[in-house]
T-cell receptor
Framework: DTEVTQTPKHLVMGMTNKKSLKCEQH?????MYWYKQKAKKPPELMFV???????INESVPSRFSPECPNSSLLNLHLHALQPEDSALYLC???????????????FGPGTRLTVL | DQQVKQNSPSLSVQEGRISILNCDYT??????FLWYKKYPAEGPTFLIS?????DKNEDGRFTVFLNKSAKHLSLHIVPSQPGDSAVYFC???????????????FGQGTILTVHP
């Protein structure tokens, strides 16, 4: 299995809703990432988990809350979002340099989020 | 400050000819470079990577060249096919000292169109 899966594909939510994005990989990768991508822009890193511990938070507002329940799963909990948070949210995973690989990041298809 | 730049927003090539996509970087700490291909509303797909200890890496129709002194890399696609039409992102990574993961810094992307 060489895939990163994300659910849901599309999500529409109001500014008072609470929702969660899910990401799963079964490649044995030990690093997982959340990115945000706006139209016609490159992906922007939000969070990095390494060995299930939060390693990087790129000054992301607290209305985004990541969670890594185990080495295969990564969640992004959303609460009180703003319309400007509408974007494609991408999950990625990588083997980690300790595996001896070059640590390529593999991306999921993304969740298209619209905040009304 | 854009540390990774793709100065050509778009490139148009005839089927069967060579496509050359260029990328420049400014951070001399970058030691690992990747190319991703992205279709609309999908996650980026990893294409090919190169470590800073090499100056060339080849995989089928795709070859990446790295010129460290010029801080420049390029992706060659030969022969180009209509299915190669997509946005191509260059990305660079500096190994975060002692950690197993890497932060990717992306260029702005180049839209490649291959005409039949």
């Amino acid at each position: 299995d060489t895939e990163v899966t994300q659910t849901p594909k599309h999500l529409v939510m109001g500014m008072t809703n609470k929702k969660s994005l899910k990401c799963e990989q079964h490649m044995g990768h030990r690093a997982m990432y959340w990115y945000k991508q706006k139209a016609k822009k490159p992906p922007e890193l939000m969070f990095v988990y390494s060995y299930e511990k939060l390693s990087i938070n790129e000054s992301v507002p607290s209305r985004f809350s990541p969670e890594c329940p185990n080495s295969s799963l990564l969640n992004l909990h959303l609460h009180a979002l703003q319309p400007e948070d509408s974007a494609l949210y991408l999950c990625a995973s990588s083997p980690g340099w300790t595996s001896g690989s070059l640590n390529e990041q593999f991306f999921g298809p993304g969740t298209r989020l619209t905040v009304l | 400050d854009q540390q990774v730049k793709q100065n050509s927003p778009s490139l148009s090539v005839q089927e069967g000819r060579i496509s050359i996509l260029n990328c420049d970087y400014t951070n001399s700490m970058f030691d690992y470079f990747l190319w991703y291909k992205k279709y609309p509303a999908e996650g980026p797909t990893f294409l090919i990577s190169i470590s800073s200890i090499k100056d060339k890496n080849e995989d089928g129709r795709f070859t990446v060249f790295l010129n460290k002194s010029a801080k420049h890399l390029s992706l060659h696609i030969v022969p180009s096919q209509p299915g190669d039409s997509a946005v191509y992102f260059c990305a660079a990574s500096a190994r975060a000292g002692g950690t197993s993961y890497g932060k990717l810094t992306f260029g702005q992307g180049t839209i490649l169109t291959v005409h039949p």
